[in-house]
């Protein structure tokens, strides 16, 4: 009975040797258990927050194509025909009814089984992951869009291969799963490898860290083919000490920040004047609706090099680290050409009958 935690998993910067693990694509969507019992289909996510209701479109083939009653494990995503969608699955979790239907039909989601829990009256927790695949394939072996079945190897050199090619499709990288491991709820006894790349980005403001104390997170920008500065993402996560310096070294470069600032009107909409807080850089949080997301412009004149994943659409898809100050860059040599990725077919096979349909 719902809910369950997933199990989950730990960073690797290699993937393991090959022999006692399997290894699959990472995908990059919402994680979402799957409950069905009879004419009831309960989706669980990773938070413990039930999703059924942002994700109409799945009950019915869900409770079509699963078994009578059954627990599965597996991801939900937005597949496009320039990848997975991120942003797409984001803007699904929204409080009126009349905006889920509509996106259930504009931006439908599928589902990507990867793990089985339960079957009929039967727990699969303790079972090795060797014995859940298996019965995993014998149940879900023929499902049709928009359920799908990850596809999955005990060949390394594949999944090398995977990694590099699923890059550009949004995926976050490779798991390997060991075959004998039961299932752990909330452990991380999976090993995920993921992309790592650097860019260089012009740093066009910052946000104070919550605590009062020093910079929180730079905000990171990257001009296209236009020479417009587009907001890309954040780096954070800085250590006290870091954010005090970081401080310090901005500080001169909020003077006249807003003369010919090309984010002006966000940073003048989200100035603490007791207004409400309008249109800023990135979009919103849809699960801390109340998050403070007003920032300090500087003057655009720094680059930094930063550590990403990957893009998503045309943002880093997760926060981003901080390497080093660029003094020897140019902000406007700071482009998307340094990111471009090309979608694989695999996906695109996959996928291939949500993206005719539309």
Known sequence: MPPVKPMLCKAARDLPPA???????????????????????????RNERPLTRYFPELVGPLRVQLP???????????ATDHGLDFDAL???????????????????ASFVAFDLLALADRSLLAEPFGERRRLLEEVAGGLR?????????????LAADWFVRFEGAGLDGVVAKPTAAPYQPDKRVLVKVKHQRTADCVVAGFRTHKSGD?????LLGLYDEAGTLHHVGVASSFSEARRRELAADLAPLTEGALEGHPWRQWAEMSAPDGATP?????????????????FTPVRIER????????????????????????????PSSCTYDQLERVPPHELADIFATELHRR
């Open 303 to 330: 680059v930094v090099e930063v550590a990403y994943e990957h893009l998503q659409g045309d943002r880093f898809r997760h926060t981003a680290r901080f390497q080093r100050w660029r003094p020897d860059r140019q």
């Open 145 to 157: 869009a928009p359920l799908h079945l990850t596809p999955i190897t005990a060949d390394r050199e």
């Open 19 to 45: 022999g006692s693990v399997l290894y699959e694509p990472k995908w990059d969507g919402f994680r979402c258990i799957v409950f069905r019992d009879g004419d009831e289909v309960v989706l669980g996510s």
């Open 214 to 218: 020093g910079v929180g997170s730079l």
């Open 90 to 108: 984001s803007q699904r979790i929204h409080p009126a009814d009349s905006r889920v239907r509509m996106l259930a039909e504009t931006t439908p």
């Open 68 to 78: 009578t009653r059954c627990v599965v494990d597996g991801e939900l995503v937005v």
């Open 278 to 294: 309008g249109r800023r850089p990135g979009p919103g949080s849809r699960w801390d609706a109340g998050k403070d997301l007003s």
